[in-house]
């Protein structure tokens, strides 16, 4: 029963066309994020939701609109999709009363690419 | 401006030794900072993380180590399995839950 569990893996796509990712946790958390992961690899955050409110938001062009339906619950919709667009897109989840660690649990990511 | 750096992107060990991995960062009010490992295709996974009030803290075969006049972190794995061999990233959140990532470093362990 997989914890933080995103939809779709793999999307591939037009510029111009308009795409979600879906995401969902089974594990109690308040708070979830996304991240893009770039072709450096480098992991960085674009949005951050703790019980369905929004209390991150990087700089992150106004095409991405997160929703949180729940607190169970982050999607993510990008209008207008651009090649620069194409990348790992990771959903994470935490409790943020976590004590010591409050470590981020992780989607097994959602790859865009944008033709 | 990228508060967290690690700067080998590679690192490559033999099976039974130390693999030793870096992290800086720039940013003195981060409160945790974790470790975490990826495999291809899938999701990075926690490993282990420190305090800012500590200098050490060890799980099993991992230990991470912090100076924070430094602003310097690292991880201890040894005795190092070729399992080990993924993408490591070193992690540092502040007070307000976000973390921020490094570039990453690719450890290979050989048999």
């Known amino acids: 029963d997989t914890a933080v569990s995103q939809t779709p893996k793999y999307l591939v796509t037009q510029m111009g066309n308009d795409k979600s990712i879906k995401c969902e946790q089974n594990?109690?958390?308040?708070?979830m994020y996304w991240y893009k992961q770039d072709s450096k690899k480098f992991l960085k955050i674009m949005f951050s939701?703790?019980?369905?409110?929004?209390?991150i938001n990087e700089t992150v062009p106004n095409r991405f609109s997160p929703k949180s339906p729940d607190k169970a619950h982050l999607n993510l919709h990008i209008n207008s999709l651009e090649l620069g667009d194409s990348a790992v897109y990771f959903c994470?989840?935490?409790?943020?009363?976590?004590?010591?660690?409050?470590?981020?649990?992780f989607g097994e990511g959602s790859r865009l690419t944008v033709l | 401006d990228q508060q967290v750096k690690q700067n080998s992107p590679s690192l490559s060990v033999q099976e039974g030794r130390i693999s030793i991995l870096n992290c800086d960062y720039t940013?003195?009010?981060?409160?945790?900072f974790l470790w975490y490992k990826k495999y291809p295709a899938e999701g990075p996974t926690f490993l282990i993380s420190?305090?800012?009030?500590?200098d050490k803290n060890e799980d099993g075969r991992f230990t991470v180590f912090l100076n924070k006049s430094a602003k310097h972190l690292s991880l201890h794995i040894v005795p190092s399995q070729p399992g080990d061999s993924a993408v490591y990233f070193c992690?540092?959140?502040?007070?307000?839950?976000?973390?921020?990532f490094g570039d990453g470093t690719t450890l290979t362990v050989k048999p």
């Open positions: 594990l109690g958390h308040d708070t």
């Open positions: 939701y703790n019980n369905k409110e929004l209390i």
């Open positions: 420190i305090s800012s009030i500590k």
């Open positions: 994470a989840s935490r409790r943020s009363s976590g004590g010591a660690g409050g470590e981020l649990f």
């Open positions: 992690a540092a959140r502040n007070n307000a839950g976000k973390s921020t």
């Open positions: 940013n003195s009010m981060f409160d945790y």
